[in-house]
């Protein structure tokens, strides 16, 4: 179990790196490349979850909340994609709070496998992220461009929690 989560950790951090240049690099508005990036952001987490949970044994039944919620955030994120980016930051911010919430339980119930302190803090600045997503939604020039520096912290916690994996597991 271990190496398979390691190696998911390793590929969500480098996903992430991926696609937060890109959307670094498209986000100035809503065209088919950013809105392609939005919705293809929470798709990698059903992937991600979906693959986690064919491959381990702790903490699996939130993974099902976590796929249903990736699915939802991916046909939301399409649909507000038509509505302007503050429909956009306020679907995100709703996922970020709810996946936060999931990825929080799963690694406070993996605590005994070791290295899930960057999960848990990812989990719990997610929800936090969340918010503010929300409150930018209602602001003045709301953009696309802070959740490229979101999905980069997440990342940056994935790497962590897989090299925290290898120590543990040697």
């Known amino acids: ?28 508005s809503l065209n ?47 649909f507000a994609a038509t509505s302007g980016i503050p429909a956009v930051l306020r679907i995100w911010g709703t996922w970020a709070i709810t996946a936060g919430l999931v990825q929080l339980t799963v690694a406070i119930l993996r605590y005994r496998l070791g290295a899930q302190w960057p999960m848990i803090l990812s989990g719990a600045l997610s929800t936090l992220a969340g918010t503010s997503f929300i409150l930018m939604a209602a602001g003045n020039n709301p953009s696309l461009k802070p959740l490229a520096g979101y999905a980069l912290l997440g990342g940056i916690f994935f790497l962590l929690s897989a090299l925290r994996l290898r120590k543990t597991s040697d």
Not at 8 to 21: D, H, N, P, T
Not at 45 to 67: C, E, H, I, Q, W
């Open 1 to 28: 179990m271990l190496p398979a989560l390691r190696k998911l950790y390793y590929a969500r951090f480098g996903f992430a790196v991926i696609w937060a240049i890109l959307l670094t690099v498209t986000a100035s």
């Open 32 to 78: 088919p490349a950013s809105v392609t990036l939005l919705v293809l952001y929470p798709l990698v987490d059903l992937a991600a979850a979906v693959t986690d949970f064919r491959t381990s044994t702790a903490g699996r039944k939130p993974l099902y909340l976590n796929m249903a919620l990736s699915l939802l955030a991916a046909i939301a994120l399409a």
